[in-house]
């Protein structure tokens, strides 16, 4: 099936719509695409999982032990001695150590940082982002490196996704606390940056400097990093040999105390101490899982080409087929951010499923009014058809009896030789006109079929009238019913004689058939101005204004004519009407129930040198 240039443009149409509907879809609908992510992100946890990371938590229990905050720093150094012999890869505290505490404290403290490797410490914004605030310069001054620890919940629902490797507060920028964990570990004097990417010691990190250096946050499922508390190790300091080796992230998880605490994609509204979403930030660094967002140019070139898929489906194709097509687009778009997901493709999921969403439910729906729409076409393509070999039949009837029984007439009786000539002449005269029907029904047919272009020739419009007069007088006789003729100027038409021949002739029959007897039938030709008019009038049963008005219908008959006894099959006026038009003409008709009608064709005249030769000129 191949679409029409009109239905083509609709699809166009329903295409662009669904495209824009879907593009302003996916810009409401990052709550949707948020919870996709989330659900796909859960189905697909990460395998042969194995930390690196540690954690050393302060948690209720330990803060309670330490006689709360106050007693932080000298317990954390305590804990941090305690470790230290057991040689942790790396130390990332994640406290904001900026305000001088409680002087033997934070000697305790300094000397405990001495004491472990690789320290990393924290910094974050304040002051609305405007300012850095450090560690103190003694703990600083043990530090290998201070890295930031601001998180960056989704603005629509605060889960914590993914995280900005770099921030920056006026001009002072700095990288993500797990980063720089990371670049301790793997033992590289800088971070190595590039437009699209960073690089620590052979690990491209794909993260935009356009976007912040964001990262995806591969999260471990829960519980997958081992912990010790503060309790724990005091309790038990053999526990310290658990950190041998381990990249160890120290904070605060006592839900009393906790500032940054966040949800995550696995968390089902249960909120994920801060350190430990450090550690997942570092176990993605150190896995090397990546996740990368999909460009919006993809996007939108995928959206296009679902649309244009589901759009197609319709636009090719039908019943099932189309349906099916359709469907196996839907299953695409939905299940492909799924599935890219697996490879390590962010692909939103609002944009393509809502356009090959709306691009299927719009074409699918344009097709099925169209389908229908063809459906009633054909229907009453069947019924016309039907109708017109009624017709054919019906008409055709009247000269087949003639036919018949002249020849019957022939064969049975012993006839005088004069009457067998007037028997074959009537026989000769019906089988021409039963010639003339078939083509005139023919050239009605085609002509309404667009398949034939009328004939151009020249011919006086009273000839015309004068071969049907000569024609209806014996059925007018028969009726007692007078033909006269009034004005008949000759007048030269242009276009196709037989065709004229059958509207003139139809007009004059049913000025007949309509009429009573005793009554006159008046028929006119007259030129006007660059028209001619060819009238009929009679005092008929005439017909009311909204019979009028449908008589050109096919099979129209009113009940007056029904009444009246003639036979009829209400076709007749509907060809008239397309010969008058096709001739670039129009039919005028008054009527009075009871008083007679008079119906008019309207025709444009033949004007100049060729109305001269118009055969039978002046003839009349
Ligand atoms: P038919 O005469 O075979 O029924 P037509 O198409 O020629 O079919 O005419 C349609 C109908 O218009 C007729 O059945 C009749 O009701 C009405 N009609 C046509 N001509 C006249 C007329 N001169 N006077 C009254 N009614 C007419």
Redesign the pocket.
Known sequence: MRPTRSQAAVFAAILAASLLASLAAGWLGPQVDNSAYDWTFRHHPPRDVRPVSMLLTIDEESLSAIHGMAGLRPALAAALQTIAPARPAVVAIDLILADEGEPAGDAALEAAMAAVPRLVLACDLVDSGRRWEDPIPRFQSRAAAIGHVHGDPGPVDGVSRIVPLAKAAGHNRRWALSLEAFRQVSGAPFVLESPDDLEVAGTRIPAKAADSRALYIRYLPASAIPRVSLAELRRDPTLASRFRGKVVFAGVTAQSAMRDRMLTPYSDGAYMPGIEILANIFETLDRKDFLVPASNLAVALASLLLAALAVSAFAFRTGWQAYLLAAIVLVAAHAGPYLLFGRGIVFPYVAPASAAWLAAVGAGSFQFVTVRRRLGKSEAETARYQQAMHFVTHEMRTPLTAIQGSSELMTRYKLSEDKRKQIAELITSESKRLARMIETFLSVERLSAGEMELKREPFDACDVVEVCLARVRPIADRKQIRISTRALEPAALAGDRELMEYAVY??L???V???SAGTEVTVSVSAEGSHLRIA?A?Q????DQN?VKR??QKF???N???ASG???????????EQIVTSHGGRIKVT?APGK??C?TLVLPALMGERAARAPGQGSA
């Not at 008929?540 to 017909?543: F, S």
């Open positions: 139809n007009l029959t049913n000025a058939k309509y009429s009929v009679d008929g049963i005439g017909m019979e008589i050109f129209y008959r009113t007056r004519a029904v003639e036979r009829g099959t209400g076709i007749g006026l509907s060809i008239v009527s007679g009608s119906f």
